[in-house]
């Protein structure tokens, strides 16, 4: 009798030790720090978005660096490059003064993507000229970029749902633990 609730409370002991050892393991990859800076105001233009992460970001498809400029024109240009931890994207000449936004969604280590934006300030104009010259060619453009933000937080979401079954090991652990203890009680009784 008691070595059976020794042997269950050891077995509930040792599931909640898993669930809580499965947290930190989840987190999702954290911006350490970017070039340019969050609200930096540079008076030349970077040639590249530099991103740094806490954690490696896995060589995927889904990852994507947008850089729009002031008059919503869009500036990265090639392919996003990951070494490590480091996620990098080269950028077109930059033209206009103005605010530059980087949208960026990167894959994280734990699997979940994760997405956010960078603003800085471009102080004086570059040589850079707006790719898209027809009008309807740069709607295109916003829509396809509004279309990837919705992606993105529509993955967001789900990653969101996808937090829950935590809570579902903890209850199943419950579950099992008083489970448990009724089959030891009553194994109990009929020993008596
Ligand atoms: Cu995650």
Redesign the pocket.
Known sequence: MKRLIAFVTTLAVALLTMVTAALPA???NVLISSSPAEGEELDTAPTEVVLTFDQPVQDADVNEIAVTGPNGDQWAEGTVEVDGPTVSAPLRPLGPAGEYVIGYRVL?A???PVSAEIRFTLTSPGPGQASGTADGDQSGAEQGEAGDTADAEATADQ?DS?GVPVWVWIVGAAVLLIAGLVVALRMGKSQE
């Open positions: 989840s987190a999702h994280s734990d699997g979940h990653d996808e």
